[in-house]
């Protein structure tokens, strides 16, 4: 598995985390215009002052640098820089630079290692974390891609402090998720410190960072290719979500604005099918209700599609593979499961209506 380090600051210890696992020295980096703006000459300055050969590569900063043509431009500019083997590369950004990195990592000279430095908090609690890389293609998200371990994940959370308030809580829907997931304990200390970790004050974002970091990597570790059941249940509330994203054509709405409404489908859905009590319902709402998505355009574009059209378009996401949503659900707060039968429409519909009414 990937070492993940935590630490501020972090691009100090380059050398030696490079050495430690092995890594050579020749590095490609790769920013988005933002990243690149915002931490380029630290990283930059740092790689030279500890004995770095490296060569730097900028995209776009939207969602559409994760295609075929971003990476076919970049294949060639290290063809061009001379880039073999023994080169590793290393992705500074959130996750659209993750995983463009890793799609280009896991295939330029059959594979070179990848090392994730994420600056989002979606990236640094998710999408850095497990080894899937992709692009989009036009006729689906993340559909082209690779199963390519990052040798090391580092993290510092200092970097948070410039991102937009929009970004920190899209991030924080899927720190809220581990809590709901696995860890009750770390709920608990969400519901406490909510506030304080979107506010990027330490120690309480550094600490929720390193355990939802550590909580995704140990449900990979022991689920790697998605066999058990157990990574599947990373996808609390996404099934709604997807439906929901895809309705918004994934432009307007964040991923996880989409995911801390899905949470709240799912966590009716749990209640109507008795798996959790009436008091874990409402304690669950609660957390979920102290999202601020943008004036609550979030939750009037929720509450303005009807409930069968956000069905519909979940279905119309699968329907391809096995013409059956799979839900994951709760059986308590702080633990998912994969429901292992199909359910019928017509409870996930209600499920969605109540939602609705307490968004
Ligand atoms: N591989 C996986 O397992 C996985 C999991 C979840 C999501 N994803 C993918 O991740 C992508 C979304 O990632 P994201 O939410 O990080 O979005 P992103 O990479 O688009 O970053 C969001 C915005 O924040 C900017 N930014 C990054 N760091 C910043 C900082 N520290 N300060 C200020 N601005 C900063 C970026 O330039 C960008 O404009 C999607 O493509 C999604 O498919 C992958
Ligand atoms: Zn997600």
């Known amino acids: 598995m990937s070492e993940i ?30 990243t690149k703006e915002l931490f380029g000459r630290d990283i930059l300055t740092a790689l030279k002052n500890q004995g770095f050969t490296f060569v730097e590569l900028v995209v776009p900063a939207r969602e559409t640098s994760k295609s075929f043509r971003t990476a076919y431009r970049l294949y ?17 950004g959130g996750g659209v630079v993750g995983d463009l990195g890793g799609y280009i990592a896991a295939s330029y000279y059959r594979g070179i290692p990848i090392v994730q430095l994420p600056t989002t908090l979606l990236a640094m609690t998710d999408s850095s974390i497990g080894g899937k890389v992709a692009i989009n293609h036009p006729l689906g998200k993340n559909l082209i891609g690779f199963f390519h371990m990052p040798e090391l994940v580092l993290i510092d959370p200092s970097y948070l402090k410039s991102l937009p308030e929009r970004e920190v809580y899209a991030g924080m829907a899927e720190v809220v998720k581990y809590g709901f997931i696995a860890d009750m304990e770390f709920l608990r200390y969400i519901e406490k410190h909510f506030d304080d970790i979107v506010a990027i004050k330490d120690p309480y974002v550094s600490e929720a960072v390193r355990k939802s970091a550590s909580i995704k990597a140990d449900i990979v570790e022991q689920d790697f290719k998605e066999q058990s059941g157990l990574r599947a249940t990373l996808n609390f509330g996404h099934t709604f979500a997807h439906g929901f994203e895809k309705l918004a054509d994934y432009r307007h709405i964040r991923h996880g604005e989409a995911v801390a409404v899905g949470m709240i489908c799912a966590l009716h859905l749990s209640r109507k099918l008795e ?27 929720f509450k303005d599609i009807p409930a069968e059209t956000i069905l ?16 994951v659900l709760l059986e308590g707060l702080g633990k998912a499961y994969l429901h292992p039968e199909p359910l019928d429409d017509g409870i996930v519909i209600e499920a969605i209506e109540k939602a609705k009414k307490c968004c």
């Open 275 to 301: 798996k959790i009590s009436q008091d874990e319902l409402q304690r669950g709402l609660a957390i979920l209700s102290k999202f601020k998505f943008r004036r609550g355009l979030v939750q009037k574009r």
């Open 5 to 34: 380090i935590v630490s501020t600051p972090v691009h100090n210890r380059l050398e030696q985390l490079f050495l430690k696992h092995n890594l050579s020295k020749k590095t490609v980096v790769l920013f988005d215009e933002n």
């Open 76 to 92: 060639g500019n290290l063809i061009e820089a001379d880039v073999d083997r023994s080169w590793n590369l290393l992705a500074v």
């Open 312 to 327: 519909e378009s979940m279905l119309s996401d699968k329907k391809k593979v096995d013409k059956q949503l799979r839900y």
